[in-house]
């Protein structure tokens, strides 16, 4: 579930993991008494995407990304994400009517998804997101198929807010988080109250002119919230 991304930072060594036909991503965050920090990262091109268990068994093997809790996340092309508005906030009643919320913005039936959401900046709206239960499953089969165990399955941009916001924690700022993908490009704006707004674009020859067309619409929607980084 999303919200147990909160907990992410609470063991000593976490190692995060993306993937996709095209290339494995792996970090390996340790946390100290000065906060958290970068010990460990591989990047590496897939070489056979049939031997793609090989390849992710070979990379946690080199000894560089031991953890004690693995996170893998899919990618966000794969999820809906939107920013629903709310009448209150109560978790637990949330939680029961929040993929009925979702139902009108997704091409499947609700009930072939996995749903969950996150409160967002200010209380005003919730980020709901829904995955396919078969790309859940498929991806868990090839992560046990690599002799891997993950304790989260997440989203690949909701885990960069949360990294974010542990790392820059109370800083007062409001920044743009853009995260290039295979074949999409995922835009979010963040302040320490949460999520302001955010975009999964399909990536195109013409991503840069989407991504700046995202920004207008954000400045447009909150005018007393100016965008201070990317």
Same mark, same amino acid.
């Given at each position: 579930m999303l919200h147990l991304f909160k907990t992410l930072f609470a063991p000593k060594s976490v190692a995060a993991l993306a993937f996709d036909g095209r290339a494995i991503r792996a970090v390996r965050m340790t946390t100290? *008494?000065?906060?958290?920090?970068l010990t460990g990262f591989v990047i590496k091109e897939v070489q056979d995407p049939e031997r793609l268990q090989e390849e992710l068994r070979a990379v946690f093997q080199s000894g560089r990304l031991g953890h004690e809790v693995l996170v893998s996340c899919l990618p966000s092309s794969k999820a809906a994400l939107r920013q629903l508005p709310v009448a209150f906030q109560n978790t637990? +009643?949330?939680?029961?009517?929040?993929?009925?919320?979702?139902?009108? =913005?997704? *091409? =499947?039936?609700?009930?072939?998804m996995v749903v969950d959401f996150l409160p967002?900046?200010?209380?005003? #709206?919730?980020?709901a997101a829904g995955v396919q239960k078969a790309d859940v499953s498929g991806h868990l089969q090839t992560l046990w198929g690599a002799g891997l165990d993950p304790g989260i399955i997440g989203i690949d941009d909701i885990g960069l807010f949360f990294l974010y916001s542990h790392i820059y924690?109370?800083?007062? /700022? +409001? &920044?743009?988080? &853009?995260?290039?993908?295979?074949?999409?490009?995922? &835009?979010?704006? &963040? %302040?320490? @109250?949460?999520?302001?707004?955010? /975009?999964? !674009?399909? @990536? #195109?020859?013409? %991503?840069? %002119?989407?991504? %700046?067309? +995202?920004? /207008? !619409?954000? $400045?447009?929607? =909150? $005018?007393? +919230?100016?965008?201070? #980084?990317?």
């Open positions: 100290s *008494p000065k906060g958290p920090e637990k +009643t949330l939680e029961k009517i929040i993929k009925f919320q979702l139902e009108p =913005h997704v *091409p =499947h039936p609700i009930e072939e967002a900046a200010g209380g005003k #709206e919730v980020v924690k109370n800083s007062g /700022r +409001t &920044v743009a988080i &853009v995260n290039l993908g295979d074949g999409k490009a995922g &835009v979010q704006i &963040v %302040s320490d @109250a949460g999520i302001e707004f955010i /975009r999964v !674009l399909p @990536a #195109e020859e013409d %991503s840069a %002119s989407q991504i %700046s067309e +995202t920004f /207008r !619409l954000y $400045r447009y929607r =909150h $005018r007393d +919230t100016p965008l201070e #980084e990317i």
